[in-house]
C-alpha cells in the first residue's frame, strides 16, 4: 500500500480511450480528482460522469502550442492546484522506406514530442512554485527497440526519454518527481488505423497488456513516498519478448 493519493489533482492528456481512459479510471478509484483532455468531447464527458470524484474536462488538441497552458489554467481556476501530470495523448504512424506517410511526420513530432515538452516545463514551473508534484511522461519499450517500420515513433519515444530524464535531474531537490512509464504491446484503439492483421494480438499468441496493467503502473510511480522516485519503469505482456 502506497501514499494515499486521495484528493490530489492530477491532468491526464489523452483520456478519452484506451490507457489514458484506463488511468483515469484507476485514479478515481484511488480518490484522485481529475482534469481530463482529449479532443472528443462526448467522450470525455461519458466518462467523467461515470467517476465517483471531482472531475473537470478540457476538450482540445493538445498538440496545439497554447494547449498547455490552457490546461494548466484549467486545472488551476478548477482545483486551485496541481499534484500530477500524465503527459499520455500520443499517436502511432509506422511505415518503410517504401510506406512511411511523411504527412504523419509533423502531427506526430507536434503531440509526442512537442506536446509533451510544453506541459512538462509549464506544469513544473507552477509545480515548482507549490512546492511539489509529479510528473509521468508514456513512453514506450519502442523508444529502445530498432525496427524498420518504427523509426519515427520509435525515435520521438526516444527523445521523450532523454527529455524526461533530464528534466527529472534539473528538478531534483524540488519536490517535482519525474518519471517515465514504457509499456509494452497494449490492446487500445492506437493500433485501429492498421489492416487488422497487423493489430497486437492478430496471428499472435501473445496477450497484450490491458490499458488498467499500464494505469498501475502509473499510479504506483505517484505512490512511492516523497522522498523516492521511480524515473523509468517498463512495463511488457509477460509474453511479449521485445
Ligand atoms: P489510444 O489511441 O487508445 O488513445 C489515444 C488518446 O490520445 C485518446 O484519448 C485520444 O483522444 C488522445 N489524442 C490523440 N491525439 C490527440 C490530440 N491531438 N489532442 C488531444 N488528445 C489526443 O492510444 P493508447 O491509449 O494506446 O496510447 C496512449 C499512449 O501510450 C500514447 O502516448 C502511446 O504512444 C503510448 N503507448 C501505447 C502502446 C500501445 O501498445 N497501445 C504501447 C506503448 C506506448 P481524442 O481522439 O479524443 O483526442
Known amino acids: 500500500m502506497g501514499r494515499d493519493l486521495s484528493g490530489t489533482v492530477a491532468v491526464i492528456t489523452g483520456a478519452s480511450a484506451g490507457i489514458g481512459e484506463a488511468i483515469a479510471r484507476d485514479f478515481a478509484e484511488a480518490g ?27 476538450a482540445i488538441d ?22 500530477a501530470l500524465i503527459n499520455n495523448a500520443g499517436i502511432f504512424r509506422v511505415g518503410t522506406v517504401d510506406s512511411f506517410d511523411l504527412d504523419a511526420l509533423g502531427p506526430m513530432i507536434a503531440l509526442n514530442y512537442e506536446a509533451v515538452v510544453r506541459a512538462s516545463y ?9 512546492g511539489g508534484g509529479a510528473i509521468v511522461n508514456i513512453s514506450s519499450i519502442g ?51 492498421l489492416p487488422a492483421a497487423s493489430r497486437p494480438g492478430a496471428g499472435s499468441p501473445v496477450t497484450p497488456l490491458l490499458p488498467a496493467d499500464v494505469a498501475a503502473a502509473v499510479r504506483f510511480l505517484l505512490e512511492q513516498p516523497e522522498h523516492a522516485n521511480i524515473p523509468h519503469l517498463r512495463i511488457y505482456s509477460s509474453g511479449q519478448q521485445h
Open 122 to 130: 509549464v506544469f513544473a514551473r507552477a509545480m515548482k512554485a507549490q
Open 32 to 58: 484522485v480528482r481529475l482534469l481530463l483532455v482529449a479532443r472528443r468531447a462526448d467522450r470525455l464527458a461519458a466518462l467523467a460522469e461515470s467517476l465517483p470524484v471531482a472531475v473537470e474536462t478540457l
Open 143 to 193: 523508444a529502445n527497440l530498432t525496427t524498420a517500420a518504427a523509426g519515427v515513433y520509435g525515435g520521438l519515444k526516444r527523445a521523450v526519454e532523454i527529455f524526461s530524464d533530464s528534466l527529472r535531474v534539473d528538478l531534483a531537490g524540488t519536490g517535482v518527481r519525474v518519471g517515465i512509464v514504457a509499456p509494452g504491446t497494449t490492446a487500445t484503439e492506437v493500433f485501429d488505423h
Open 62 to 83: 493538445v498538440a496545439e502550442p497554447v494547449s498547455a497552458q490552457r490546461m494548466l489554467d484549467t486545472a488551476l481556476a478548477r482545483f486551485g492546484r496541481v499534484d
